[in-house]
């Protein structure tokens, strides 16, 4: 069975500085990893996903993530964090093979600091 | 285009009412799924959709709660004699099929459930 390991259920950030969102998954054999992003009273929307091709992998509003499989890593970053990246974000994998649903971690909220 | 859309956006019941909640995924989305989503506890997976049917219904809870799709489209998700520990805000997703896994799935606003 596949799951997902979010650290950190709050993290707070200066506007500017670098965010850091971890995300560690457990599977036998890599999945396809994907970062949503969830505004207040809104729905979750997809920011990346790593799919197998490269591991460096480039999402909307300058969030980026790398697949580092000897770590079974899938950490989120951005380089300078804005008063708009303000939400909760939540980390999935998926099964490469089968008919089977995401599987999400518990969140992190993201808190930016004028 | 137009998203997924989700219906009623807020429901109140009182413990005990039956409740229902609709989802109208994105034209031409084969895949279709719940989630709830409850405080402290992330997304948790309910049940799929591949056209109408649904393979696999042990996500769900209990047996009060069933879910039907019709037309391959708009799905219900319903709730009988609904407990306190229900509430929570249920999302819907839709993706272009199943057996994709790569598939972006697109979400809808939720619904937020309160059982008084």
């Known amino acids: 069975a596949q799951s997902v390991t979010q650290l950190g259920s709050h993290v707070s950030v200066s506007e500017g500085a670098l965010v850091l969102l971890r995300c560690n998954y457990s599977s036998s054999v890599p999945p396809y990893l994907f970062w949503y992003v969830q505004y207040p009273n809104q729905g979750l929307q997809l920011l990346l996903k790593y799919t197998s091709a490269a591991t460096l992998v480039k999402g909307i509003n300058g969030f980026e993530a790398e697949f580092k499989k000897s770590e079974t890593s899938f950490h989120l970053t951005k380089p300078s964090a804005h008063m708009s990246d303000a939400a909760e974000y939540f980390c999935?994998?998926?099964?490469?093979?089968?008919?089977?649903?995401?599987?999400f971690g518990k969140g992190t909220r993201l808190s930016v600091i004028a | 285009g137009a998203g997924v859309s989700q219906s009623p956006s807020n429901k109140v019941t009182e413990k005990g009412k039956d409740v229902e909640l609709r989802c109208d995924p994105i034209?031409?989305?084969?895949?279709l799924y719940w989630y709830r989503q409850s405080l402290g506890q992330g997304l948790e997976f309910l049940i799929y959709f591949q056209g109408n049917s649904a393979p696999d219904k042990s996500g769900l809870p209990s047996d009060r709660f069933s879910a039907e799709r019709t037309g391959g489209s708009v799905s219900t998700l319903t709730i009988q004699r609904t407990q306190q520990e229900d509430s929570a805000v249920y999302l819907c997703?839709?993706?272009?099929?199943?057996?994709?896994?790569?598939?972006?799935?697109?979400f809808g606003p939720g619904t937020r459930l309160t059982v008084l």
């Open positions: 997703a839709s993706s272009l099929r199943l057996d994709g896994s790569t598939d972006t799935q697109y």
């Open positions: 999935a994998v998926r099964a490469r093979s089968g008919n089977t649903p995401l599987v």
């Open positions: 034209s031409g989305h084969t895949a």
